[in-house]
């Protein structure tokens, strides 16, 4: 059997013990939707323009959290040494972990986003690369939580962590502020952010405008976050395995 | 799982690790052979959990040679964890997962087909009697089924090596007598077990074969008998007499006898030689009018023994090999 298929096995897993329960799927939801209502009150005319960003942190929160809740979690009640006696290698364990988490992030942004189509009346211009800016926005931010969990012991030194990480990421990457509107200094500053690529090709994917003419520049440059991401993870989860 | 049955199931040669520059194991090497249910015992703190953890892929060496089944530990480990079952500590199932789930899910990380994972985890259920609390959540066990449970999951794979850590640590005295029970079983199945323990009888009782560890050294390997018999060269008698004697005359007319103690009514004494010392209690009693009630040879036990290592490492002699 594939070390893929024990991937699978490792996320079916987490997805069954962790990922189904309702207190998750509501606090995922509710954030977001309240945060879109408050925007709609605000604003009836526009509020669609920030949907595309609301979708994104909504990925950024969601995988962030739960990746590192999931990891920290198992490192403290031993069950993660369980995975380590295995004959899985530290990839599979991390594909496992972050396919799960993926997932959780992925089903929740597409559950406001059938919200807002139904409720609000939005409407996808272009659904490829809003799927794929989920797909990959998904997969960074997993591998960003679980490279947290790796490096802390308790969930709430994880949380702590990405905290520095993801309202910077927020403030920097034209959530609230499309990026040709920012500031001028804050410009260059964006695009080193993960962030920016995705909300883009969310954005490209809901109006069919963007700062990106082509979704392929969004889409690569968060191609080669991931893989960056997946290094970081590899190496720190090795690190801290003693591997 | 094929491997050539002429390798030991378990080679260590040399093996170093350091935390932080305190030495952790230091220079250890044993072999376990196939079958063997070996006793890795020492204090807490000598080594014994790092070993395993090495042997095991869970912590690297700082240098040595490992191989289980003559796969070596460092360039080989997941086809090394394929080949070995580990117990660890402290039982660390999934809480949320039931005892059947727990197994289902151990056969599908390593990689059984679907349908032998069901047959087996059915199987182990039965053979560790917990066929029962097949539908129970792990966390809602008791602590002796949890054990039983996490060392029926190390064996879904039918490993070649069984890695024991502490097993019975925690137990009840019926619930530790049963595990034991389980151990022995799989040792007799053809599992090579090494069982790490700080627990003097269960070494005794359950192992051929015993490793004496202290400050990650081995200070002693053999029998139970062979390292009492190797370690502690004084002859010693139990002596039952009738009438008021004290150890200081024991002492002053048995020139054989080096020292005396009491315990209970039986003295207990460490004699140069059996039978001039025997020679020797006979007179004196005969003199003294005493009668003597029995005297009989008293072999140091196990535990005297580790006592006796214990505290001539301690003095810093490093114990005798």
Redesign the interface.
């Known amino acids: 059997?594939s070390q893929l298929?024990?991937a699978l096995?490792?996320s079916r897993?987490d997805i069954r013990?962790y990922y189904g329960k309702p207190p998750l799927i509501t606090w995922a939801l509710l954030f977001p939707a309240v945060l879109m209502l408050a925007i709609y009150v605000r604003n009836p005319e526009n509020y669609l323009n920030s949907a595309p960003g609301i979708i994104a942190m909504t990925l950024l929160f969601g995988n962030t959290s739960m990746a590192a809740i999931v990891l920290t979690f198992e490192k403290r009640?031993?069950?993660l040494?369980?995975?380590?006696?295995?004959?899985?290698?530290s990839g599979t364990i991390i594909l496992g972990k972050s396919l799960s988490a993926m997932l959780y992030g992925i089903a929740t942004s597409l559950v406001l986003t059938l919200g807002l189509m139904l409720l609000l009346g939005m409407r996808l211009a272009s659904p490829a690369p809003f799927i794929l800016g989920l797909l990959l926005g998904g997969g960074i931010f997993s591998l960003l939580g679980l490279t947290a969990a790796a490096l802390v012991r308790e969930v709430f030194e994880a949380m702590t962590l990405m905290n520095f990480i993801r309202f910077p990421i927020l403030f920097i990457s034209g959530v609230f502020v499309p990026i040709e509107s920012l500031p001028a200094w804050l410009k260059p500053i964006a695009f080193i952010s993960p962030m920016t690529y995705v909300v883009e090709l969310l954005r490209l994917g809901a109006s069919g405008n963007s700062y990106f003419a082509s979704p392929l520049i969004p889409a690569l440059i968060s191609l080669a976050f991931l893989a960056a991401a997946w290094k970081l993870t590899v190496f720190a989860f090795r690190r801290q395995?003693?591997? | 799982m094929k491997t050539e049955h002429n390798l030991a199931a378990i080679s260590v040669r040399g093996l170093r690790k350091n935390y932080k520059g305190v030495p952790a194991l230091d220079g250890v090497t044993f072999d376990v052979k196939r079958g063997e249910l070996l006793a890795y015992l020492g204090p807490n703190g000598a080594g014994k959990t790092t070993t395993i953890n090495i042997l095991s892929g869970l912590l690297p060496r700082d240098s040595g040679d490992l191989a289980v089944c003559g796969v070596d530990v460092a360039k080989a480990p997941v086809r090394v964890k394929q080949l070995i079952g580990v117990v660890p500590e402290e039982s660390n199932l999934y809480p949320e997962l039931t005892s059947r789930g727990n197994l289902l899910y151990v056969g599908e990380l390593y990689g059984l087909p679907r349908a032998k994972r069901a047959l087996i985890a059915d199987q182990i259920l039965d053979q560790f009697c917990l066929s029962d609390k097949s539908n129970m959540p792990f966390r809602t066990l008791s602590r002796g089924m949890k054990r039983r449970l996490t060392i029926a999951a190390a064996l879904v794979h039918s490993p070649e090596v069984l890695f024991l850590d502490e097993p019975t640590a925690g137990l009840d005295v019926q619930s530790a007598r049963q595990l034991r029970a389980h151990v022995r079983n799989i040792n007799q199945r053809g599992t090579t077990v090494l069982l790490t323990t700080h627990n003097l009888l269960e070494a005794s009782e359950l192992c051929t074969r015993i490793l004496i560890l202290i400050k990650g050294r081995i200070v002693a390997e053999g029998s139970a008998s062979e390292i009492a018999e190797r370690l502690d060269k004084a002859k010693r008698l139990a002596v039952k007499l009738s009438g008021d004697v004290d150890e200081a005359q024991l002492r002053e007319h048995c020139p054989s006898v080096m020292g005396a103690r009491l315990e209970g009514d039986t003295f207990i004494l460490d004699v140069i030689d059996t039978h001039s010392a025997i020679a020797e209690v006979v007179s004196f009693s005969e003199k003294r009018s005493l009668q003597i009630v029995h005297i009989r040879s008293a072999t140091p036990s196990l535990e005297d023994t580790f006592v006796k290592i214990l505290e001539e490492h301690d003095a810093g002699d490093g114990g005798p090999r």
């Open positions: 059997m298929h024990r096995f490792i897993k013990s009640t031993g069950t040494q369980r995975l380590l006696l295995a004959p899985v290698s395995a003693g591997q």
